[in-house]
């Protein structure tokens, strides 16, 4: 007999940082949620209860292309990665100066950030011919560099799951422009499965950044083109429900998610804004 789920329920909770350009990332530190703004390049930082009160801008100078960002609390300290200029960034969060310095470099086509089981900093490369996952200690002491499969095209971002393995949003290499899946793979980066979307209704349209709630082996995606934030097993990525729309919610191109679990708090940033929702 196959696993059976419950469906959540999502409940609006509030909105905030709105702007004209994309959120291009989004994290929570500690008691504050730090938002990478685009353009300007800069980070908006709120506090993390109802209401979500701007408390600073920090500007981001010296950067070219802030795609991504990641908090450890580990290190206390924030990653963000630059594509244009090919590095990873570090800016403390300890002090009020929030002083931003290279934290590695010569990392051609840095895409997107997570954090590994252990807490290492796992970055995805996104090259024209080939991909890779690297992993690197918080000192940037590479541990492991996984070349992806040829299958793979175009991936969007990954995390890791409980069990070591991997969750890639990707697009298949095909000429299909209908073959945006989510696949898993081995910690070794072979892939076990894909996502094969069993009706027109389950298609995927660029699924872009991926947030998981280990506790409930709950995974949530952010299906861009199609508006929504859509909720997999990330044991089996079996599909579960969509838990956010555009026609129940209004969000429009969910770009970044991260997922509060001690709040069931899953924050969507989009282009204009970023909402909040409470997952039950």
Same mark, same amino acid.
């Given at each position: 007999?196959?696993?059976?789920?419950?469906?959540? !329920?999502?409940?609006?909770?509030?909105?905030?940082?709105?702007?004209?350009?994309?959120?291009?990332?989004? =994290?929570?530190?500690?008691?504050?949620?730090?938002?990478?703004?685009?353009?300007?390049?800069?980070?908006?930082?709120?506090?993390?209860?109802?209401?979500?009160?701007?408390?600073?801008?920090?500007?981001?100078?010296?950067t070219n292309w802030p795609n991504d960002i990641i908090y450890s609390n580990k290190s206390r300290?924030?990653?963000?990665?630059?594509?244009?200029?090919?590095?990873?960034?570090?800016?403390?969060? =300890?002090? $009020?100066?929030?002083?931003?310095?290279?934290?590695?470099?010569?990392?051609?086509?840095?895409? !997107?950030?997570?954090?590994?089981?252990?807490?290492?900093?796992?970055?995805?490369?996104?090259?024209?011919?080939?991909?890779?996952?690297?992993?690197?200690?918080?000192?940037?002491?590479?541990?492991?560099?996984?070349? *992806?499969?040829?299958?793979i095209r175009d991936p969007r971002h990954v995390v890791q799951t409980s069990n070591g393995n991997?969750?890639?949003?990707?697009?298949?290499?095909?000429?299909?422009?209908?073959?945006?899946?989510?696949?898993?793979?081995?910690?070794?980066?072979?892939?076990?499965? /894909?996502?094969? #979307?069993?009706?027109? /209704?389950?298609? *995927?349209s660029y699924p872009g950044h991926l947030t998981l709630d280990t506790d409930s082996d709950r995974?949530?995606?952010?299906?861009?083109?199609?508006?929504?934030?859509?909720?997999?097993?990330? =044991?089996?990525?079996?599909?579960?429900?969509?838990?956010?729309?555009?026609?129940?919610? $209004?969000?429009?191109? #969910?770009?970044?998610?991260?997922?509060?679990?001690?709040?069931?708090?899953?924050?969507?940033?989009?282009?204009?804004?970023?909402?909040?929702?409470?997952?039950?």
């Amino acid at each position: 007999m196959g696993r059976i789920y419950l469906s959540v !329920t999502s409940t609006f909770i509030g909105r905030f940082c709105n702007t004209r350009y994309s959120n291009h990332g989004i =994290t929570i530190v500690e008691d504050k949620i730090y938002v990478l703004v685009h353009q300007p390049k800069r980070i908006k930082v709120y506090e993390n209860q109802i209401g979500f009160r701007f408390i600073r801008d920090i500007e981001l100078n010296g950067t070219n292309w802030p795609n991504d960002i990641i908090y450890s609390n580990k290190s206390r300290n924030v990653y963000i990665s630059d594509y244009e200029k090919s590095c990873i960034w570090v800016m403390t969060t =300890t002090t $009020g100066e929030h002083r931003l310095t290279k934290w590695l470099d010569n990392v051609t086509e840095p895409n !997107t950030l997570s954090l590994t089981r252990e807490g290492h900093l796992l970055i995805l490369r996104q090259g024209d011919l080939v991909n890779h996952l690297e992993t690197y200690t918080l000192n940037a002491t590479l541990i492991r560099r996984l070349q *992806l499969s040829e299958k793979i095209r175009d991936p969007r971002h990954v995390v890791q799951t409980s069990n070591g393995n991997f969750i890639i949003s990707h697009k298949l290499n095909s000429l299909s422009p209908l073959s945006w899946v989510i696949s898993q793979l081995t910690n070794d980066a072979r892939i076990i499965k /894909s996502v094969i #979307p069993r009706n027109e /209704s389950e298609r *995927l349209s660029y699924p872009g950044h991926l947030t998981l709630d280990t506790d409930s082996d709950r995974l949530f995606v952010a299906d861009y083109y199609n508006y929504r934030v859509i909720m997999f097993d990330s =044991t089996d990525l079996s599909w579960r429900q969509v838990v956010v729309s555009k026609e129940k919610n $209004g969000i429009e191109f #969910p770009h970044r998610l991260v997922y509060d679990a001690s709040k069931r708090h899953l924050f969507v940033a989009q282009h204009a804004n970023v909402s909040v929702y409470e997952i039950n």
